[in-house]
């Protein structure tokens, strides 16, 4: 299931129109281009995350020569490392290394089935979450089924690690809350040790960054304008829906006999984890990095569960506890199974079509390259490899636009000529897409009138 993502990790053809924006930004950490990681207010260009991801993904990048490659990398690899940390806490709760096995694959199945588009995306989303199963591991330590708590010391850096994983991307709360809610009914001690980790590494990497980039990283990552729409959370819904087999697990966890009051903090997490899914969606442009959480807390259940059936602590009823380990194995992996014909001949089809297409996007950057000027590129990624600066971000600005219904950084960058061409989505994609951001390309081709198709996509010109 990887061997597709992976063979194309190298391709000059944007995953997603988030490759090139994050490309972007690991570039200004670097230093390069001249501009600030966080420009001011009033312009075209935002930056609405956290700044560390862009330093990770940045080093490596200025290695390698492509910060969309790089990022790619780092995801894959977040990715398995978030699959490794799963299985890791299944045995340190008690469950066998077997079960261990299950749950890390049951993350790979899922997310390169349901979330096939984040696997080797540029996007922070994996590498966040690596960093939060790192902080998880580290609090429970070899310790999680002892019965005489854990020391203050693992628990303080555990909250630093946590805090340190939201400056990567900050939209992950559900398993810190599960985390403070479960040391508070069961380590009284733990959780001051916790909280005063948190506070600390706050205080620090936010005293840091504000230092740093100033008012403009709060009024970046906090005052961002962003479209919300309660049809979003049908969307949350079905995505849960897609992990229920897992879920049943959870029923489970009162019989496993789990010490510590482990099964508490893996139905809180996962409870927090399903809303986070269903409010997060809400938002525009929020797809399926939001549900990597509900992913993770359900296959640490369903590891369990399955670990409590093979050694049987959960009674099978009249059937043998082999078959029962089955059955309940076949439960989780459900939807992977029903979904499998229709999947993997998309995911070929896709992965050719992006070969195939690749000549197309080459031809269009090299377009872009030749331009004389400042170039708005609504996919990022053909600016980028394009050698441009980026001028123009297309989805932020245009949640800018709806909120503030203010487009006068664009009017004036027209009427000035201070954009000499504007590049469309892919014109590949469904026609919907192609000009995604209507209300934008409306003020744009009421001045720019000349539309030339070029390679993947449109060029528009005055």
Known sequence: MLAPHIAIIGYHVSLSSNEGWNAYQARHAMGMGGASLYPPPGGMVFNNYPPSSFYVVGALGWLLGDMILAGRIVSLFAMLFCAFATGRIVIIMGGTRAAAWFAGLLVIFYA????????????????????????????????????????????????????????????????????????????????????LGGVVGVSVLGGLFYACFGPDFIHGVFGHKRIFQIHGAVKGVGNVLGLGGMMVSALLLPRLGLRNRMGLLLGTYLFWSVLSVVIQRTGAGVTHNACFEALIAAALCAGLAVSGM??????????????????????????????????????YRSTAEVMAHEPAWRETIGTVRHMDGNVGCETLAICYWAGKPVVMDFFNYSQHVAVTHDATALRQALDSHGIVAFVSSSRFLPPRYVWEYSSLWAIIRDRYTHVQPRGVAYIVTP
Request: hydrophobic share 60%; net charge neutral.
């Open 112 to 195: 390169a089935v349901f979330y096939s588009d984040y696997v080797v995306m540029n996007d922070p989303q994996w590498l966040a979450e690596a960093i939060i199963m790192a902080g998880f591991v580290l609090l429970l330590g070899n310790r999680g089924n002892a019965r005489d708590g854990m020391p203050a010391w693992r628990a303080f850096c555990a909250g630093l690690v946590m805090v340190a994983g939201l400056t990567f991307k900050h939209n992950i709360l559900a398993l810190p809350l599960a985390i403070t809610l479960w040391l508070l009914v069961t380590d009284r001690r733990g959780a001051l040790a916790w909280m």
């Open 310 to 347: 093979e050694r049987g602590m959960i009674p099978p009823g009249r059937v043998p506890a082999w078959m029962g380990v089955v059955m309940l194995a076949g439960l989780d992996l459900l939807p992977i199974v029903a979904c499998a014909p229709v999947y993997v001949p998309f995911l």
